[in-house]
């Protein structure tokens, strides 16, 4: 899911709100986070819908399934209400974010990151990254605007320094567009 220019700066998004939940203001919520538990740790989000923050809203009801939460918000009583928060990004604040470890980063640190081969070839920028389950995809954009899937495993990802905005990757064959070859 492309993130890219709908989260301010100040907040990271946590998930995401796909649709209401029967007829009582609960909402299905798709989790960004491997922590399972990341949503039931929270207290407060806040919702930011087209970019534009909506307010701050205190978590009352928070079931997991999979990695998808059933979620009730308090003062969202309704399933009108549900309705109009759809679509809507559940953030904290930047501050907030939770700690990673070594090899793991926010996909908004890798959007805009440079992609380069070990041996220096430029395959493009990091337009979008694909969740698929064991691992992540980087959809990656070169000048032309061609498009390269990059498997997010350290076979392949060599480096990443998002300070940098650079990833670097040892292709297999095959991978590259046969013009970056």
Not at 93 to 104: A, D, I, N
Request: hydrophobic share 40%; glycine share 6%.
């Amino acid at each position: 899911m492309n993130r890219e220019k709908v989260i301010p700066d100040s907040f990271i998004a946590v998930g995401f709100i796909r649709k209401p939940h029967g007829n009582r203001g609960f909402v299905k919520v798709e989790i960004f986070s491997d922590q399972e538990d990341r949503l039931q740790r929270l207290n407060t989000v806040f919702l930011v819908k087209r970019g534009c923050v909506l307010g701050e809203y205190t978590i009352s009801v928070c079931n997991s399934s999979a990695k998808e939460y059933i979620v009730k918000l308090n003062n969202i009583d309704s399933f009108d209400n549900a309705a109009s928060i759809s679509k809507s990004y559940l953030c904290v604040q930047y501050s907030e974010r939770v700690k990673l470890g070594q090899w793991e980063f926010f996909f908004h640190d890798l959007i805009g990151c440079r992609v380069v081969t070990t041996r220096g070839v430029n395959v493009g920028i990091i337009k979008e990254l694909w969740d698929i389950g064991p691992h992540d995809v980087y959809i990656v954009h070169d000048e032309r605007g061609i498009e390269t899937l990059i498997p997010a495993v350290k076979e392949i990802v060599k480096d990443v320094n998002v300070k940098k905005k650079l990833v670097v990757i040892d292709p297999y064959e095959g991978m590259l567009h046969q013009d970056l070859i």
